[in-house]
């Protein structure tokens, strides 16, 4: 069955420092793994995805099949990147499957 | 576009009483996905529906809980004799024909409390 595991429920990192948060998945499949975000009092939204291999707001996440992770990483984190963030895996075209999320806090 | 509406946004109800959960999905989409999130958890995938059709239920609990998307109207949860378990967020996406689940969109979830 599919899981994804995002082992940090909090994380707080200061201002320019760099941040990763952690995204571990299992599924038997070739995987389509996603990155959303959600700010305070705001809508879920998607941040990016693996096959675009795009970097949005400074972030990227690179797919490592060997590790099964999709770690989310930006070198240096603003105060307006303070969010909750959820790795998703998509195992038909149809529905994701989320992890638990990680709030994100960047200090000043 | 207004985005994924859904409401109301809080949702009290006692124990027993049926909760209806609506979601309108954005202007052109016609897949709605409706996900659950317990407390401390994921998003837990529940039911994929198209108009007038319910393409997949897997993550429905077996009793109590139906989804509907008709030709007219917003899609509809619903609960039918809550228990405090039900107690939850209840998000709604939806997605394009084209695309379906590529770009899916997220209304801002519906939170439902069971007294």
């Known amino acids: 069955a599919q899981r994804v595991t995002q082992p940090e429920k909090l994380l707080s990192v200061f201002k320019g420092a760099p941040v990763e948060l952690k995204c571990n998945y299992s599924y038997s499949g070739s995987p389509e793994l996603f990155w959303y975000v959600q700010y305070s009092r705001q809508r879920l939204q998607l941040l990016l995805r693996?096959?675009s291999r795009e970097s949005i707001k400074g972030f990227t996440a690179d797919l490592n099949k060997g590790e099964t992770s999709f770690h989310l990483k930006k070198p240096f984190a603003q105060e307006e990147d303070s969010a909750m963030y959820y790795c998703?895996?998509?195992?038909?075209?149809?529905?994701?499957?989320f992890g638990s999320g990680t709030q994100l806090t960047v200090l000043p | 576009n207004a985005g994924v509406m859904q409401n109301p946004r809080h949702l009290v109800r006692r124990r027993g009483q049926e909760a209806r959960l609506r979601c309108s999905p954005m202007k052109g989409h016609s897949h709605v996905y409706w996900y659950r999130q317990l407390p401390e958890e994921g998003l837990k995938f529940m039911v994929y529906l198209q108009k007038e059709n319910i393409i997949d239920e897997s993550g429905m609990p077996k009793e109590r809980f139906s989804a509907e998307f008709p030709k007219e109207g917003p899609s509809i949860l619903r609960i039918q004799q809550v228990v405090r378990g039900d107690s939850a967020a209840y998000f709604c996406?939806?997605?394009?024909?084209?695309?379906?689940?590529?770009?899916?969109?997220f209304g801002q979830g519906t939170r439902l409390t069971v007294v």
């Open positions: 693996h096959i």
């Open positions: 998703a895996l998509r195992q038909t075209l149809r529905q994701l499957t």
């Open positions: 996406a939806s997605s394009p024909p084209s695309r379906p689940n590529t770009e899916a969109f």
